[in-house]
């Protein structure tokens, strides 16, 4: 196998990959891999957490190991690599015998900087066999959370990466993730034998994201309103619970006018790859999944995550958001939600076959993912201390920075509520007890001879969307229990008597509005391509700019932003390089780009002049 010939990784950052310098502690963790250390790598997602393992295997001996958890982000990453000119490959499954031939050849004869291999493939006999005989110079797991039973996406299959360690034991191991909790983190280092090992954590905020939680009303009406204000014809994901929501949902969103389509791990594997293909290589689309879609995806431009139902932990939240802005540039998280996907996803954890431990943790997590969204205080200071980080001050790009929530003293209704639960028996859940408390006569409440009730019609000073946020935030608080066996019915605790007999206090929030178009953020949202580093771009060029990328990419049929990111594009039309040495500047491109694609854009760039 030759030896790398340049050993300088600001040199190959620049020359490779077109960039000056380094971000965060890219440049720590490249040193410590070079020379020879493990370690676990937090970064957030668009973090650039790729070129921690892909300079050092660019220049230590031997081949570069990537165990990555998708098919398609192998597809991707190589795709990137080659455009830089980097020796990549990628071996799974999509390949027939004749081409995985042809790359354990490579590999064999040194021709090779980096291989990515699903951890499916990892662990057949054959790639076992394969790989004992290659000198390795990294082995690097991505979305390592994936190796733990906490992590939101636990995948077995992964685990076999702690006994190819033991066939390599002087080869650094590598981990990342954009995703793991304190406990989560643990989990990782002690299955990939990392917990003596430095870990490397950059700070989890993605300040270009604006967060927006609220009640769930129409929820399709509002999440329309909320595109059509804010992200008409631009890239994003909505999360729904269930196949048969996705499917509805993506029908009525192309019933409205725009350009949505569904995904979910019961379409047609074909249908499933031609979606996602339009996703990553068109712009405006929509996509309408479940949480089978999304994990590794590149896609730099999508302007917004939206979801329709409660994600099951704060894990999930932070990952799937994390989709949105990978550009760096100015995004949308969006949630409506009810009590009742707490409910739903309750009732799924105890129909679970985990352990009771798992159980438990499992109801910590949605817990916590639900005090998230009553929460009164900045968005971003309990997303990021819940990854253990704190956040000074208010944020100022989420809708409590934007719109502060009031808080009230709801000691005295919190009272009523709780006696309510008291004498209807603890039978039932807060539909019935609303009833109750508003003095409804409806069919129930007449047949349980609840009109008889003391507290009947005790609540009328409050509607019923009042009554349904202090329920809500009652059981976020703590202050009640829903016993999800017993169809969501609520539960006295000791935190309720201590509300009811020694009069403890209650302060809950005011009731927020239902969610639907986001504020105006501290980042400013205007026309793509309206503004870069290098000042104000012409949205006209910068347009002309995107149709030769995208003729670029379709004749070799890559994704647009394989070619070039829209931050790139930006930097072209801004400050409007008329030679090559000076396209040569515009960060992101490196040589081989320069080579391939400066010509081409630098003759555009000239005739708009």
Request: charged share 25%; net charge positive; glycine share 8%.
């Amino acid at each position: 196998m030759t030896p790398p010939t340049d050993k300088n990784p600001l040199t190959l950052l620049n020359r490779v990959f077109g960039y000056s310098a380094f971000r965060g502690r890219q440049k720590e963790v490249i040193e410590h891999v070079l020379n020879g250390g493990s370690c676990l790598v937090l970064m957030p997602t668009g973090g650039g957490k790729s070129l921690c393992y892909q300079i050092p295997s660019m220049i230590r001996y031997g081949l570069g190991l990537v165990v990555s958890p998708l098919i398609a982000l192998m597809h991707d990453q190589v795709d990137a690599l080659s455009q830089n000119g980097v020796a990549a490959a990628f071996y799974n499954s999509t390949l027939d015998g004749a081409q995985k031939s042809q790359i354990r050849k490579l590999a064999q004869t040194g021709e090779l900087n980096l291989l990515y291999v699903a951890p499916e493939t990892l662990n057949s006999p054959g790639f076992q066999s394969f790989i004992q005989d290659l000198p390795l110079s990294l082995i690097a797991v991505d979305e390592a959370h994936c190796v733990s039973q906490w992590g939101h996406d636990f995948r077995p299959d992964y685990l076999e990466v702690a006994n190819l360690r033991k066939h390599f034991p002087e080869t650094p191991l590598i981990a990342l993730t954009a995703t793991a909790d304190p406990q989560t983190q643990k989990d990782v280092r002690e299955r990939l034998g990392l917990s003596k090992d430095k870990v490397f954590a950059s700070s989890f905020d993605r300040p270009n994201i604006h967060y927006q939680i609220g009640n769930k009303e129409k929820s399709k009406e509002q999440l329309l309103d909320f595109i059509r204000s804010e992200h008409l014809n631009q890239s994003g994901i909505v999360y729904v619970l269930s196949r048969t929501n996705v499917d509805e949902t993506a029908v009525w969103l192309t019933q409205k006018g725009l350009k949505a389509m569904p995904y979910h791990a019961g379409l047609n594997a074909d249908v499933r790859r031609e979606n996602q293909n339009r996703f990553l290589r068109e712009e405006g689309w929509i996509m309408v999944a479940t949480i089978a879609f999304g994990m590794g995806i590149d896609k730099p431009n999508v302007r917004f995550v939206a979801h329709l139902n409660l994600p099951k932990s704060l894990e999930s939240y932070y990952q799937e958001t994390g989709r949105a802005g990978r550009d760096g540039e100015p995004a949308s998280a969006w949630m409506a939600y009810s009590s009742s996907d707490v409910v739903k996803l309750r009732r799924m954890i105890e129909g679970s076959e985990g352990t009771d431990e798992f159980k438990k943790i499992s109801r910590q997590k949605l817990d916590d993912m639900r005090n998230l969204c009553e929460a009164a205080q900045c968005r971003r200071q309990v997303l990021l201390a819940y990854f253990g980080e704190e956040h000074p001050g208010t944020c100022g790009n989420c809708d409590n920075c934007l719109q502060p929530t009031n808080t009230w003293d709801a000691t005295i209704p919190a009272q009523k509520a709780l006696s309510t639960i008291a004498r209807t028996g603890e039978r039932f859940g807060a539909g019935h007890l609303i009833d109750v408390l508003m003095g409804k006569e409806t069919e129930k409440v007449t047949q349980f001879s609840h009109t008889k009730l003391s507290v009947f019609g005790v609540g009328k000073d409050l509607d019923k969307k009042q009554w349904a946020s202090l329920f809500r935030q009652l059981v976020a608080a703590k202050v009640v229990t829903v016993d999800v066996e017993g169809y969501g019915a609520y539960k006295l605790n000791p935190q309720s008597w201590a509300v009811l007999k020694e009069g403890q206090k209650v302060f809950l929030r005011e009731e927020a509005k239902a969610v639907g178009k986001a504020k105006q953020t501290r980042y400013t949202k205007t026309e793509s391509g309206s503004e870069s580093n290098a000042g104000p771009v012409d949205v006209y060029l910068f347009e002309a700019l995107r149709a030769l990328r995208l003729k670029l990419a379709k004749a070799q049929g890559l994704p647009p932003y394989v070619v070039f990111h829209d931050s790139a594009l930006r930097e072209m039309a801004a400050r409007r390089p008329a030679t090559l040495n000076e396209f040569a500047h515009i960060p992101g491109v490196g040589e081989a780009k320069l080579k391939r694609y400066g010509p081409a854009f630098v003759e555009l760039l000239k005739k708009e002049n």
